[in-house]
Structure formats: structure tokens, C-alpha cells
């Protein structure tokens, strides 16, 4: 892991005031850029050849006298793909432009986790050694510390012989990198039977089918809770609800929108439906659910700062499901910007936007911390 102080040597090179602000350009990388333009930094994203034109045409900024008149990209790095942005002559044209650069769930997929930790040497804002604890099944991974931190998440199933319930079975898609080839089974019989299944068809392999994590399935409403830590807060609280989203997924949406004589004619390749994330939606808590919810960040942000030196910095997404009886259970964390955030841009969140008195996206507020921290002399408390 590259230490701390290496990253703050190089933050002593930048002329903080002309801070840009750096992304991935994937995932939730027109929030970063929109919140940064409100905040009044310059933007740069980093493209894979092929997938350049939403950010170097279509969302491309136009400014007038430094102002933005349109669009919300400044400049753009386009490489054949996206681990390139690892090289050490293209992590000092980073540097060159005094970026401080926000991970997202596409730089951590499509880079390695070993040369984020090691090698990358251009000041993240958030947590950088968090980002290894997405990887399910590592030593230390969010559900070791969701146990540590005393967090509710779906009952661990050992065996596929030991199914008597409903359960969800969590692995890695064959072919889609960021996408999952999850499949839920009631039973042995039905998980052996969809399991070959989906390996025929290619979805699934059978490496990771023996890897795969096997658990209680919630039936409740699915609440991802975007979160942000502030270490520069001295009065007020230093956990605050930004916004929450939900998932549009393929084909599951599909299936569900049929009526159930319709889907019970679904022949073998349409019968499982598949869990690609294809968009976001917005959503709001009942009132009476709010203390819950910032109860569960308070405990994950508690045993992040206990057991990932210095804890969570930013945002943080808690993606929960809520049971009958109001029960909130965490199915997955992302410990940086999430990845329904783009449902925020420009508009903000209710929750957002009511403690702020401003349109306020993740985006915007993590552009606000950087803002904030250059301004008190403080960016070495929120880089790593």
C-alpha cells in the first residue's frame, strides 16, 4: 500500500488552486463531473477507446470566460483500455493537471486492485485501501467487517445441499466483468437444475459457481443508501444521508412485468432472469425508518475507522433490503461513490438537498468537501 505521506509529497507539487477534478468514465462518472462544474473545478475523464463520445461529444463542456455554458467534461485522456490510466507516464499527466481523482466501481474492476493500492500514485479523494474489501470472499471483505461492526446482512448458507429456503446465489457473470450471474433456488433440486443451466448457456462458469457465496434471500424492498463521512466537520454530524436509490436489472424487470401464465411459458435460456444493472431510480424512507438507516452508517463508518486506518472518507453506499417487520439487512457496500448516483445530477436529492438548501448530489458534495479542504489547508485529511 502506498503510504500516506508518499501521496501528500505529491499533493505539495500541486497548485491547489487549480485543482481538477478526475474520474473514470464509467459508472458514476457524469455525477462526479456535473457536481465538480457546480462546485467550480475543471473536469478530466479517463476513456476507454470506444466508449469516449458520451464524454468527449456529447456531455463535452463549453465555457466563456471560464464559465460552463454547456456540458460538463473539460478534457479527456482516451486509451485502447482503461488500466492504462495505471502507466507512470500517464498517472503524471494526471499529476501535471493537479488532479485529485474519485474512485469509482469501474477503476477498481478494470484496474487491479494491487496497482491501485501500490502503483497509483495521484491522490484519491476517499479510502483507497476500502476499495479491496468489495472483493467477496478475500479475507477481510465487507461482510467480514459487517460482522465486525455488528450490521444485520442475509444469513450465510454453507452447503448447496443445506437449501431448505429461498436463497440468493452470488457470483460473477462469464462474460459481463462488472455484472453478476446471480440466480436465486429454493431447494437442492432447483439449484443444481439452474445452476447447469446457466452454465450451458455460458452465463455462469463453473470456477466461479464453486466460489460463490450462498445466502438467505430478504423479500423486501431493495434501499441503496448514499452516504457521505466528512473528516473536516467540527459541529455538526459527520454522517449525513444524501440520497437513496434503486435498481433497473436485466432481465429480472423484464420477468417481472409478465403475468405469471406468460412466464411459466419462458422457455430454458429465458426462464432465469439476470441481474445486469442497467439504470437507477430514486426512492424515499418513511420517516420513521431514517434513524435506522443513519444507525447502520454510524456502525460502518465505527469499525471501518477501527479496522481500515483512517476509516471511510466520502461517500459510501449501504445496499440494503428491508423485511415485514421493517428490518433492515445490508446485501453489499461499496465504500466510494455509488453507483445510482447519476439519478442526483443537477437536481440533487431530497434528503441531499434539505440538509444542504441546495441541489446536492454526491457529486456536488464531494466536490464541496474538496472545495472546503483546500480552502482550510486540510486536503491531506481527505486524500489517500
Given at each position: 500500500m502506498i503510504?500516506?505521506k508518499?501521496?501528500?509529497?505529491?499533493?505539495?507539487?500541486?497548485?491547489l488552486?487549480?485543482?481538477?477534478?478526475?474520474?473514470?468514465?464509467?459508472?458514476?462518472?457524469?455525477?462526479?463531473?456535473?457536481?465538480?462544474?457546480?462546485?467550480?473545478f475543471?473536469?478530466?475523464a479517463v476513456?476507454?477507446?470506444?466508449?469516449?463520445?458520451?464524454y468527449?461529444?456529447?456531455?463535452?463542456?463549453?465555457?466563456y470566460?471560464?464559465?460552463?455554458?454547456?456540458?460538463?467534461?473539460?478534457?479527456v485522456?482516451?486509451?485502447?483500455?482503461?488500466?492504462e490510466?495505471?502507466?507512470?507516464?500517464?498517472?503524471?499527466k494526471?499529476?501535471?493537471?493537479?488532479?485529485?481523482?474519485i474512485?469509482n466501481?469501474?477503476f477498481?474492476?478494470?484496474?487491479?486492485?494491487?496497482?491501485?493500492?501500490?502503483?497509483f500514485?495521484?491522490?484519491?479523494?476517499?479510502?483507497?485501501?476500502?476499495l479491496?474489501?468489495?472483493?467477496?470472499?478475500?479475507?477481510?471483505?465487507?461482510?467480514?467487517?459487517?460482522?465486525?461492526?455488528?450490521l444485520?446482512?442475509?444469513e450465510k448458507?454453507?452447503?448447496?445441499e443445506?437449501?431448505?429456503?429461498?436463497v440468493m446465489?452470488k457470483?460473477?457473470h462469464?462474460?459481463?466483468?462488472?455484472?453478476r450471474?446471480?440466480?436465486t433456488?429454493?431447494?437442492?433440486?432447483?439449484?443444481?437444475?439452474?445452476k447447469?443451466?446457466?452454465?450451458?448457456?455460458?452465463i455462469?462458469?463453473?470456477?466461479?459457481?464453486a466460489?460463490?457465496?450462498?445466502e438467505?434471500y430478504?423479500?423486501?424492498?431493495v434501499?441503496n443508501?448514499?452516504?457521505?463521512?466528512?473528516?473536516?466537520?467540527?459541529e455538526?454530524s459527520?454522517i449525513?444521508?444524501?440520497g437513496?436509490?434503486?435498481?433497473f436489472?436485466?432481465?429480472?424487470?423484464?420477468?417481472?412485468r409478465l403475468?405469471?401464465?406468460?412466464?411459466?411459458?419462458?422457455n430454458e435460456?429465458?426462464i432465469?432472469?439476470?441481474?445486469?444493472?442497467?439504470?437507477?431510480?430514486?426512492a424515499?424512507?418513511?420517516?420513521?425508518?431514517?434513524?435506522d438507516a443513519?444507525e447502520?452508517a454510524e456502525?460502518?463508518?465505527?469499525a471501518?475507522?477501527?479496522?481500515?486506518q483512517?476509516?471511510?472518507?466520502?461517500p459510501?453506499?449501504?445496499?440494503?433490503?428491508?423485511?415485514?417487520?421493517?428490518n433492515?439487512?445490508?446485501?453489499?457496500?461499496?465504500?466510494?461513490?455509488?453507483?445510482?448516483?447519476?439519478v442526483?445530477?443537477?437536481?440533487?436529492?431530497p434528503?441531499?438537498?434539505t440538509?444542504?438548501r441546495k441541489p446536492?448530489?454526491?457529486?456536488?458534495?464531494?466536490?464541496?468537501?474538496?472545495?472546503r479542504?483546500?480552502?482550510q489547508?486540510?486536503?491531506?485529511?481527505?486524500?489517500?
Open positions: 503510504d500516506r508518499e501521496i501528500i509529497d505529491v499533493l505539495s507539487d500541486y497548485d488552486t487549480k485543482t481538477t477534478i478526475g474520474v473514470l468514465a464509467s459508472h458514476s462518472a457524469l455525477d462526479v463531473c456535473d457536481g465538480s462544474v457546480e462546485e467550480g475543471n473536469t478530466h476513456c476507454e477507446k470506444g466508449r469516449e463520445r458520451t468527449c461529444e456529447y456531455f463535452k463542456a463549453q465555457r470566460n471560464g464559465k460552463v455554458m454547456r456540458g460538463i467534461v473539460d478534457s485522456d482516451i486509451y485502447e483500455k482503461f488500466n490510466i495505471i502507466k507512470t507516464e500517464n498517472q503524471q494526471l499529476r501535471k493537471r493537479n488532479v485529485i481523482f474512485p466501481r469501474s477498481s474492476s478494470y484496474c487491479s486492485i494491487d496497482e491501485i493500492e501500490d502503483n500514485k495521484v491522490p484519491i479523494f476517499g479510502s483507497r485501501n476500502l479491496r474489501s468489495e472483493e467477496r470472499g478475500i479475507e477481510k471483505d465487507y461482510y467480514w467487517l459487517l460482522e465486525k461492526a455488528g444485520p446482512y442475509p448458507i454453507d452447503s448447496p443445506d437449501i431448505d429456503c429461498l446465489v457470483l460473477s462469464a462474460v459481463k466483468k462488472l455484472e450471474g446471480f440466480f433456488a429454493s431447494s437442492y433440486a432447483e439449484f443444481k437444475k439452474k447447469d443451466a446457466l452454465i450451458k448457456q455460458g455462469i462458469t463453473k470456477e466461479a459457481l466460489a460463490a457465496r450462498i438467505r430478504i423479500i423486501g424492498p434501499f443508501l448514499d452516504m457521505f463521512f466528512s473528516p473536516l466537520e467540527e455538526l459527520k449525513e444521508l444524501l437513496i436509490d434503486w435498481r436489472e436485466t432481465s429480472l424487470d423484464g420477468h417481472v403475468p405469471a401464465p406468460q412466464q411459466i411459458t419462458l435460456s429465458q432465469t432472469p439476470e441481474y445486469t444493472v442497467c439504470g437507477h431510480n430514486s424515499t424512507l418513511r420517516e420513521s425508518l431514517l434513524e443513519f447502520l456502525k460502518y463508518v465505527k471501518t475507522r477501527k479496522y481500515y483512517p476509516g471511510i472518507i466520502g459510501f453506499c449501504l445496499q440494503t433490503c428491508v423485511d415485514k417487520d421493517l433492515f439487512y445490508v446485501y453489499d457496500v461499496a465504500p466510494r461513490v455509488g453507483g445510482g448516483t447519476n442526483h445530477v443537477s437536481v440533487g436529492h434528503y441531499g438537498n440538509l444542504w446536492m448530489s454526491t457529486g456536488r458534495r464531494m466536490a464541496m468537501e474538496i472545495r479542504a483546500i480552502e489547508d486540510r486536503v491531506a485529511e481527505i486524500v489517500t
